[in-house]
C-alpha cells in the first residue's frame, strides 16, 4: 500500500485565496482525520470523520475552514478565504476505525499564505 | 491546556544510552499512543497501550502507563543516532475519540 496520500506537498498562496488541500486515505481504513501542526500550537486535531461522517468538527478553528469526506478514498480540507495565520503543516492521517488504532500519517502540506 | 505533555521538551544524550521521555494526561483515557517524528516529516506510529495495560514492549522500545498518575513513559534503549527525533504522546477518551497530542520531546542521539 502507498500509505496515505496528500496534496499538494507544498502550497505558497496569496491572502484571500482560496486553498483546497486533499487526502486519500489507506484502503480499508474507516476513519480520517486532518491536523494542523505549527511551532506555536503544536499539532491539533482539526476534524475527524468515521464512515466518510463528520465525527468531531471542534478543532476547525472557524468558517473559513471546511471538510468533505464524499467517499472511503477522497478528502478535502478547504480554506477560503486564506489567511497568513493559516501557515502551518497540514497532516492528513487514517485509521482502521476511531482511536481504538494507530494512526497513519501522510507526508503533510506545508502552506505558506503571504 | 495540552491534554498531553510530554517531559522534557528535549532531550539530547550519547548514542547508545538509554533514553525516557514521560506523559502526563489531565482525563480517563481509552488508550495513549506514542508516535515519532522525524523532521519534516509525518508521524509514525510506535506504540498504543489501552487503560488496562501496564507496559508494552516493541524491540527496543517499552511503555508504561500508570492510570492512578495518570502518566506513561517510552524508554529506547541502546539508542541510536537514528533515533534523533521528535516523540509524541497522544491520549485517546473513553469514547475512542478526543485525540490530544502533547507538545513532544525532541530526543537527539549523539554519535
Known amino acids: 500500500d502507498a500509505g496515505v496520500i496528500q496534496s499538494p506537498r507544498h502550497e505558497v498562496t496569496e491572502m484571500g485565496q482560496e486553498v483546497t488541500l486533499r487526502c486519500k486515505p489507506i484502503?480499508?481504513?474507516?476513519?480520517l482525520f486532518w491536523y494542523r501542526q505549527t511551532m506555536m500550537r503544536g499539532l491539533e486535531l482539526l476534524i475527524y470523520?468515521?464512515?466518510?461522517?463528520?465525527?468531531?468538527d471542534s478543532g476547525m478553528p472557524e468558517d473559513r475552514f471546511s471538510a468533505k469526506m464524499p467517499n472511503a478514498s477522497f478528502s478535502t480540507l478547504k480554506i477560503q478565504p486564506s489567511e497568513p495565520r493559516d501557515s502551518a503543516v497540514y497532516f492528513c492521517?487514517?485509521?482502521?476505525?476511531?482511536?481504538?488504532?494507530?494512526?497513519?500519517f501522510g507526508p503533510g502540506t506545508r502552506l505558506t499564505v503571504t | 491546556s495540552q491534554q498531553g505533555e510530554e517531559d522534557p521538551q528535549a532531550l539530547s544524550i550519547q548514542e547508545g544510552e538509554n533514553a525516557t521521555m514521560n506523559c502526563s494526561y489531565k482525563t480517563s483515557i481509552n488508550n495513549l499512543q506514542w508516535y515519532r517524528q522525524n523532521s519534516g516529516r509525518g508521524l509514525v506510529h510506535l506504540i498504543l497501550i489501552r487503560s488496562n495495560e501496564r507496559e508494552k514492549h516493541s524491540g527496543r522500545l517499552r511503555v508504561t502507563l500508570d492510570t492512578s498518575k495518570k502518566s506513561s513513559s517510552l524508554l529506547i534503549t541502546a539508542s541510536r543516532a537514528a533515533d534523533t527525533a521528535s516523540y509524541f504522546c497522544?491520549?485517546?477518551?473513553?469514547?475512542?475519540?478526543?485525540?490530544?497530542f502533547g507538545p513532544g520531546t525532541r530526543l537527539s542521539v549523539l554519535p
Open positions: 484502503s480499508g481504513h474507516n476513519s
Open positions: 497522544a491520549t485517546v477518551n473513553n469514547y475512542g475519540q478526543n485525540f490530544v
Open positions: 470523520f468515521n464512515n466518510n461522517v463528520p465525527i468531531d
Open positions: 492521517a487514517s485509521s482502521l476505525g476511531g482511536g481504538s488504532y494507530e494512526q497513519y
